[in-house]
């Protein structure tokens, strides 16, 4: 099953400190990291070891080879990535001993996407069976317009959420992934059926909502699901939201009951977190059937 995944690509700077700071705080950071990231990135490789193939699309400076390298060391087609001038993206990334995070992105090359490559991308791709965007390049509106065109079902993630993101052409997503915070933006509801409720009206497919550590809930309108979520020591939740939306996609793509898509996704994405980093830390496929089988005994 071959995935488009149209995104970001990030050199995730991360530094772990005692506490998130406040406004106008200078903290001392005791461990400092590079790491491989961005939403696009993470995605790709989630749903690569989900078992899909995946052709990663983007766009990355000067200093992009590193990302580029990597994801095709792990056997991510990345050959469609377009390498210009400037900076790649970047994030600062500051992680609390709990694993929660806060992060400034810097855009860079990522904002520089244009609709003719969009063109390209999907004339080279007419046999892709989703195109997965996320909220941090240009063009996210015009590949939604040009995938639907093109006859390709369209998955957004909505993040991070900015106040733009409601103009988006929601009738136009197939599934539409995001987390419980997204969902409250968007929609301007609180309790999360009223989240659901309010984003299927918005969107013509499916919705899949994560709640944290209250799991995730599935609903096409006419069925909904919900599975609780698996409870680890967290370490780094950076990239968790990408893991759960690159095995829960695959799974429902691939036939799976939406229950079991749901709770692959959650082990995925719980095992994920017990790790620093993000795309680096993404569970194989059989890693996630080994963890599923220990819990489920
Ligand atoms: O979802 C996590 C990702 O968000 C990080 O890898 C960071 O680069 C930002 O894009």
Known sequence: MKIIVFGSFNIDKVYSLPYLPERGETLYCQKYEVHVGGKGVNQALAFRKAGAEVIA????????????????ANDVNASFVEHGEGYTGHTIIEVAPDGQNQMILFGGANLGITPEYCDRLLDAHRDAELVMMQYETSCVEYMLEASKKAGIPTALNPSPYTEKLKELPYDMVDYLILNESEGKNITGKNDPSDVIDSLLKLCGGKVILTLGDKGSIYSSGDISVS???????AVDTTGAGDTFTGY??????????PETALKKASAASAIEVTRPGAAETIPSADEVDEFLSRREK
């Open 57 to 72: 699309a983007g766009r990355v400076g000067e200093d992009g080879d590193y990302l580029t390298d990597w994801l095709k």
């Open 227 to 233: 599975v609780p979520a698996f409870s680890v020591n």
């Open 248 to 257: 829960c996609l695959y799974e429902l793509l691939c036939g799976a009951s």
